[in-house]
């Protein structure tokens, strides 16, 4: 049987060989050739969640969201930044190039 973390569920091996052989008979593979990539399989989807699933944009509520924008634009006062003015912030002239 295939190595998996102790706290995952127990696993029959005769279901794995029910998976082993159903996969093989979709993929026109050997048992043999699909054994290993359902191991790899159960053994990524029984580890902890990547970092890329626990990263702020997956997890913030909007008020953090907006809490973080507003630190990030803060942070950028004191860098004395032009500032547009409303006529080149303009529909006509942001998109007169165009056509």
């Not at 569920?9 to 093989?24: C, N, Q």
């Not at 997890?59 to 907006?66: C, F, G, I, P």
Request: glycine share 2%.
């Amino acid at each position: 049987m295939s190595q998996f973390p102790q706290d995952a569920p127990k696993i029959d091996d005769r279901e794995i060989r029910e998976v082993v052989d159903m996969l093989s008979k979709i993929s026109s593979r050997s048992p043999e050739e699909v054994k290993p990539y359902l191991d790899e399989l159960l053994s990524r989807l029984s580890r902890e969640p990547s970092t890329h699933d626990r990263h702020f944009f997956n997890t913030a509520t909007d008020d953090e969201w907006l809490a973080s924008f507003k630190e990030w634009s803060q942070s950028h006062k004191s860098q004395n930044l032009p500032v547009l003015s409303d006529e080149a912030m303009s529909r006509d002239n942001i998109y007169n190039q165009r056509g």
